[in-house]
């Protein structure tokens, strides 16, 4: 495997809790599981660091970032604004050429919802998101909404990964979401772009503040940090 196929195969299972918040990420073992030194695997820690995949420290070394209560409400503060101002300057600032890379993965994260392949669902859907981010063409947004998409695909996930708590009506509804913010991207419809945003997102907060309405943390994976969810 290359360096970044390393680094998507990491960042697909910190967003699909296969590695948990908070759990450590041991160097020594990554390079075994690669195969490569421990050299290359240094470097993608850094980069998984900076780009708000993972914490390092003297103590405990390189930690999965936690995803605890704390850590939830700031998502839930940060999110709806953060997701407006990103469409809209995506809107304004888009090439045809991005268009047509965002249709494309709109297509890949259709055929995961027709497929009801979870997992592609939500690391599509991150995919989807992010590439409006680069669309938006700003420096100081996108590092911001590259970490909300972390915590969102890893909620999507605690909310569906035994696939029997997924709505699969509401799943289609996000598709259609996808297709028509596509749409108004393209014909540069900025306030229109918001709107279908702030439609997208109140279902999916929906859906999550529903879920954790019901949990108390001793029903959370034990696999998680004390304080983590």
């Not at 859907?125 to 669309?135: A, P, S, T």
């Not at 945003?197 to 004390?226: G, I, V």
Request: charged share 25%.
């Amino acid at each position: 495997m290359t360096k970044q196929e390393i680094v998507a195969q990491i960042q697909n299972e910190i967003l699909t809790l296969e590695f948990a918040p908070g759990s450590t990420l041991d160097e020594t073992e990554l390079a075994k599981r690669f195969g490569v030194s421990r050299t290359p695997i240094r470097e993608i820690l850094r980069q998984l660091e900076g780009e708000g995949y993972a914490v390092s420290g003297e103590i405990r070394g390189n930690r999965v970032i936690p995803l605890d209560l704390s850590v939830i409400q700031q998502f839930f503060t940060a999110a709806t604004q953060t997701y407006a101002f990103v469409i809209w300057l995506a809107a304004e600032n888009a090439t045809a050429d991005e268009c047509e890379q965002l249709q494309r993965i709109q297509h890949s994260f259709k055929q995961a919802v027709t497929s009801r392949d979870v997992q592609a669902m939500v690391t599509r859907n991150n995919r989807f998101h992010l590439k409006i981010g680069e669309m938006a063409h700003n420096c100081f947004l996108l590092p911001t909404l590259k970490r909300l998409l972390i915590d969102h695909g890893r909620i999507a996930w605690l909310l569906w990964r035994d696939g029997k708590q997924v709505d699969w009506d509401g799943a289609y509804a996000s598709s259609e979401h996808h297709d028509r913010m596509i749409a108004e991207i393209r014909a540069g419809n900025a306030e229109a772009a918001v709107n279908l945003s702030n439609e997208h997102w109140e279902l999916s907060k929906h859906h999550m503040l529903s879920y954790f309405s019901k949990q108390t943390p001793s029903q959370f994976s034990p696999s998680f940090e004390a304080k983590s969810l």
